[in-house]
């Protein structure tokens, strides 16, 4: 069962090949079996799973049930979950149960999906490698020596290692798609308000955009549909029509224009990542696209603007965990001052503190103009590139990732060297546009991946795209060895 | 970019995390080599440039004034380690 897509899931539950308990009790039993060396999920939440599994059982009985109803699924542990320990792979948040549901969650749990669990991620998705989560590092099911990228390692692994045909992630420079890439499975990220925030726990409010990940681009067209849509309580979500993401997945991609910018070939790019890349475009062409040449000429800023404007949000996001009215709290606190600085120092780890730094001081006084309002001039220069890009081509395609995945610690000394690992992801946070990661080859045993960026609302397009290129290709199916 | 002590000494308590000084060195290496990164940004040119404060233009959202949210103080309650009778228990920090 664990092979089957999401739309196969869906019809053995309607023609009672099996029943959802059958499949929870499945994938549960996956998760006991292999999660213990992956450490893909914080939390399991096996015995809700089955009382949801046999409600969902119910629904679909009826005959009412919507297409999603009955089959599992991971939350990241950044969204917020009733009833449920939503830590951020923390120390800060170890203990916090949330008395609400994100919207993501609500609007899945609608459909009669079955939460299965949590799953692990870079502290407060500040992290390329999962190496930053207080629970310990996710490991890649292709090679446990490597990392599955992240921040959403957890729930790219999951769905890598067949734990669950689908996971809930977060984007804020790449968190979906450079996971995906490096664990072989597909994600999207929307355009910026298209899945509400409300629920989810804030890195940089400017460019967090959560989105599914699953094995293929059906499977994240089914999702999208269900987790998209204008939430009021978010006031950054779009008030704007979901399309039918699934109804134009076999559209004709002939005449598509297909724009490759020469930026994201250019050095620092493992040649094999670059091959596997233009393999698939060579395809895409057989399959009628066209490609053009296009230039993003201020790609070059990317890095640097994000290391500015996400820094300083996560500075102000996270100037709320203060010890006094929830998580982490130190010990004998002599005075107000201690109570907070010692609450933050200790609840947390390296990389938050360090970014919260980086953050506070391009805020500080004397330094703002330098700093943040440069960066968001830089930040309008990529959106202008792109815009002016998307008058001549329909999808832009390049790598996900400069290189496959690389072992534990190979980046842990030099931060800088982990931020440039989003080096191809930022750009499309930073102007708010829609980007997916689908897997195009394997490099030494592990998964490259292709990456799509849309024009803003365009995922409908991209969707198809993916799924087209999924027909001939076999990229997406291919599962790690020994987890059969 | 170079990073004196006082300006950790500064941006830690700007940003109430403590930073013990055998740590100082390592922290300011580490920051000025993102700080050496984001200074790239100094050298686009930006003249004339309208800062990017949203990617679609949107407006913040207003909302009809009224209340919304209901009462659920008992179920916040369960979030803090000591309640009394409504009110949240906390160390004593403040003589």
Not at chain 1, 237 to 266: C, M, T, W
Not at chain 1, 297 to 316: F, Q, R
Not at chain 1, 437 to 449: E, H, N, Q, R, W
Request: aromatic content about 8%.
């Amino acid at each position: 069962m664990h092979d089957m897509s999401i739309a196969e899931l869906a019809l053995g539950l309607r023609a009672k090949t099996f029943s959802s308990r059958e499949l929870t009790e499945h994938f549960l039993a996956r998760i006991g079996r292999f999660n213990p060396d992956l450490n893909a999920l914080i939390t399991v939440t096996g015995e809700s799973a089955l009382v949801s599994a046999d409600a969902a059982d119910k629904q679909l009985k009826n005959g009412l049930a919507h297409d999603l109803c009955g089959i599992p699924l991971l939350h990241k542990d950044i969204f917020c979950t009733r009833g449920t320990r939503t830590s951020c792979a923390s120390k800060m948040l170890h203990n916090f149960i949330p008395p609400y549901d994100a919207t993501v969650v609500e609007n899945l749990a609608q459909t009669g999906m079955v939460m299965l669990g949590k799953t692990n991620m870079d502290e407060f998705a500040m992290g390329s490698s999962n190496e930053t989560s207080f629970y310990g590092a996710v490991k890649n099911p292709w090679d446990t020596a490597k990392v599955p990228g992240g921040s959403s390692g957890g729930s790219a692994a999951a769905v890598a290692a067949r734990l669950s045909p689908a996971a809930t992630a977060t984007d804020t420079g790449g968190s979906i798609r450079q996971p995906a890439a490096l664990c072989g499975v597909s994600g999207i990220k929307p355009t910026y308000g298209r899945v509400s925030r409300w629920g989810m726990i804030a890195f940089a409010s400017s460019l967090d955009q959560g989105g599914p990940i699953a094995k293929t681009a059906q499977d994240c067209a089914l999702l999208l549909g269900a987790m998209a849509g204008f939430d009021s309580r978010d006031s950054t979500s779009v008030d704007r029509p979901v399309p039918n993401y699934h109804a134009s997945l076999n559209d004709s991609i002939q005449g598509l224009k297909i724009g490759i910018p020469r930026e994201y070939f250019s050095s620092g790019l493992d040649g094999r990542v670059a091959k596997a890349v233009q393999d698939s475009l060579t395809i895409l062409r057989e399959l009628g696209a066209e490609l053009v040449d296009i230039s993003l000429p201020n790609s070059h800023l990317s890095v640097p603007a994000y290391y500015v404007i996400a820094p300083a949000e996560a500075s102000a996001n996270l100037a709320r965990f203060d010890g006094v009215r929830y998580g982490y709290r130190c010990e004998n606190p002599k005075d107000l001052e201690d109570l907070y600085c010692r609450s933050r120092s200790e609840g947390f780890g390296e990389e938050v503190k360090r970014r919260i730094l980086i953050g506070t001081y391009c805020l500080s006084a004397g330094y703002y103009d330098a700093y943040y309002r440069k960066a968001q001039q830089a930040r309008a220069l990529i959106r202008q590139d792109f815009t002016q890009a998307f008058d001549k081509v329909d999808v832009v395609m390049g790598p996900t990732c400069p290189t496959p995945a690389f072992r534990f610690g190979a980046k842990g000394d030099d931060p800088v060297a982990m931020y440039l690992e989003d080096i191809y992801t930022i750009a499309t946070n930073l102007a708010g546009l829609p980007g997916m990661s689908i897997p195009c080859g394997l490099v030494d045993g592990t998964p490259v991946g292709l990456q799509l960026i849309g024009n803003y609302f365009a995922e409908a397009q991209m969707l198809n795209v993916a799924h087209q290129l999924q027909q001939v290709t076999p990229w997406h199916a291919l599962q790690p060895e020994g987890l059969i | 970019m170079t990073l004196k002590y006082t300006d950790i000494e500064r941006l830690a308590m700007l940003s109430r995390l403590a930073v013990n000084e055998t740590d100082y060195s390592a922290v300011c290496a580490r920051l000025e080599s993102v700080l050496a990164l984001v200074d790239q940004l100094q050298a686009a040119d930006t003249a004339g440039v309208q800062p990017m404060a949203h990617p679609l233009n949107a407006s913040q959202a207003l909302r009809a004034d009224r209340i919304t949210e209901f009462n659920q103080q008992q179920a916040f309650e369960i979030l803090s380690d000591n309640t009394h009778e409504g009110l949240y228990l906390v160390p004593k920090v403040i003589d």
